[in-house]
């Protein structure tokens, strides 16, 4: 987990493929996790059997929290990275929309789904995350580059609603649905699952962010030529900012140049977005084939029984 954790972190600096030590650790970790399980399938008291992950309701649940960390990472990558690099406000200055969109509502939230959880199907509250997690992602998708901190407002707090009722819920279903004989290896795969998920959604978004970024740079410098007319009004308008002159000129042109890759920068967060509530869809698309949990102490119709009454 270490091996692939690492790759995972570095892969994008080191342009994955491309670097023989992302490859090592890629297919050591490979060798190792194939090894784990072989092991667990010839042991006589396996502690982490991969059979748990065949589990129709198990499998699904797991496929819940991959869906749910690549649709919450969108939104955690695209609105700071924006802020900062085209904004450019330090992270301090944003600290206020986190306060009141996401730390302080998140204590409101987990009580909320925990209700919930207690009168209604799992089934319904991850549902009702997964659709508020799109929602939020389809708002933030609009963005332009006039944006500031409180444009995000409502991605924001639909992300950390959704968040909370999305996840939540999927643990409650997770446990319910688990043999207690095997409830180990169903938290450990948990684990595995959410925090090696996570990973990989931070890695695929922000190689995604840098291909799309220079996707949109090509695009938008395709019609510009020395000979553009529009670029020659343009520069024709900064030259009352800066004068005339051979320096005066290639300080226009670098304005031009930083609203390009700028522009370009915004519509690559944008499509950070666009992922992000794709991912939210095929969680719902997922939850829309998980059945039932079986009747037990995590079911909302669960009534405990009623004490023995003392023998005399």
């Not at 089934?123 to 929602?135: E, T």
Request: glycine share 8%; charged share 10%; proline share 5%.
């Amino acid at each position: 987990m270490t091996m692939l954790y690492v790759a995972l972190d570095q892969g994008n600096r080191l342009d994955w493929l491309q670097s023989g030590t992302i490859i090592a650790l890629l297919a050591g970790s490979f060798i190792l996790a194939i090894g784990f399980l072989i092991n667990e399938s010839l042991v006589e008291h396996p502690w982490a059997h991969s059979s748990v992950i065949m589990t129709r309701n198990i499998g699904l649940g797991y496929a819940i929290i991959i869906c749910y960390a690549l649709s919450s990472a969108g939104a955690s990558i695209a609105i700071p990275g924006f802020l900062q690099n085209v904004v450019g406000l330090r992270p301090i200055s944003i600290a206020g929309l986190y306060l009141t969109g996401a730390v302080i509502p998140v204590f409101l939230f987990i009580a909320l789904a925990g209700l919930l959880l207690r009168r209604f199907d799992a089934r319904l509250c991850i549902v009702l995350g997964l659709g508020l997690m799109a929602l939020g992602s389809q708002f933030g998708s609009q963005l332009t580059i006039s944006w500031a901190p409180w444009n995000f407002f409502p991605t924001v707090i639909l992300h950390t609603a959704g968040q909370s009722f999305a996840f939540f819920a999927t643990i409650v279903y997770l446990i319910g649905n688990s043999d207690p004989s095997r409830s180990t290896a169903v938290s450990a795969y948990i684990q595995v699952v959410r925090l090696g998920s996570v990973e990989i959604a931070t890695s695929i978004l922000a190689t995604l962010q840098r291909h799309r970024e220079q996707y949109h740079s090509d695009i938008l410098n395709s019609p510009i030529s020395a000979t553009s007319q529009q670029l020659h009004v343009l520069l024709g308008k900064l030259q009352h900012v800066f004068g005339a002159g051979t320096r005066a000129h290639l300080e226009s042109l670098s304005v031009v140049a930083t609203q390009i890759r700028s522009q370009a920068t915004v519509l690559a967060y944008s499509d950070l977005f666009v992922l992000s509530f794709w991912a939210a869809v095929a969680g719902l698309a997922i939850a829309a084939i998980m059945v039932s949990m079986p009747y037990g102490p995590l079911h909302p119709d669960f009534k405990p029984p009623p004490p023995e009454a003392p023998k005399s």
